[in-house]
């Protein structure tokens, strides 16, 4: 009689949850999304260097991440991609001219560095009056009056948006401007003035305007930096205008 053996092969299978974020000085070491990371952030009480860095690919929420925390010299915030993709909302307020995939809101000591921000190929309704684009790669807009991004860096990104949008502009950094309304708001003191900007190793790409910075009369903004010295601090600026 003809036996037949059977060998059991038992497969151990390793489960992981996969972190698309991973922070350091924020209340959780691991976040679910950058949104999930940018939220805690903005409620944290800032008392050492914090760090956030994308694990993946990403959607940015309708309007753009919206980043209203403060660091100071000693604590500094640093929001890292890792070369990763952001890809900018498809679900933009028809008719906003105020979207974007990053908005820096009255921030002090904050850097934006190594993302790929893309336009949503679905954004193509360039009117004016219902276009559904995003305007701005990173916005640095004040928070209220007297209350403007100050000592921030944005380096080494990507940033390709829609060139047949008017305004669509790669780096935008104006003092008269809060983060949803673009109505004009005076900059009450010197502390009003975007300052200490430093936008250095980006490449923008299909940009109306490809880095755009706007000062408040009688407040002129402070020091701006765009590139560098070194040659590898220049932004590649492509097919603009």
């Given at each position: ?35 999930a990371a940018i939220t805690a952030l903005n409620s944290a009480t800032i008392s050492s ?169 009688g407040f002129p903004s402070g020091t701006i930096t765009i590139g560098g010295n070194d ?5 590649l600026i492509t097919n603009w205008g």
């Open positions: 009689m003809r036996k037949i053996y059977l060998l059991a092969a038992f497969v151990v299978v390793t489960l992981s949850t996969f972190a698309q974020v991973t922070a350091s000085g924020l209340p959780q070491a691991t976040y679910p999304s950058l949104a260097n914090v760090q956030i860095s994308l694990q993946a690919n990403e959607v940015a929420p309708a309007g753009g991440y919206v980043i209203t925390a403060s660091g100071n010299f000693f604590s500094r915030i640093e929001i890292r991609g890792n070369q990763r993709r952001i890809t900018a909302s498809n679900a933009h307020t028809p008719g906003s001219i105020s979207d974007a995939i990053f908005k820096i809101v009255g921030s002090k000591y904050v850097s934006i560095t190594g993302f790929g921000l893309y336009e949503n190929p679905l954004n193509t309704n360039v009117d004016l009056a219902t276009n559904n684009c995003t305007e701005f790669g990173i916005a640095l807009l004040n928070s209220a009056p007297g209350v403007g991004p100050e000592n921030i860096t944005i380096n080494n990104n990507v940033i390709k948006l829609n060139l047949f949008y008017p305004n669509s502009i790669g780096v935008y950094t104006n003092s008269n401007h809060s983060s949803t309304n673009f109505t004009t708001i005076a900059a009450a003191t010197s502390t009003g003035r975007n300052q200490s900007i430093t936008i250095t190793s980006n490449e923008i790409d299909s940009a109306n305007i490809a880095i755009a910075a706007i000062g408040t009369p040659p590898a601090q220049s932004n």
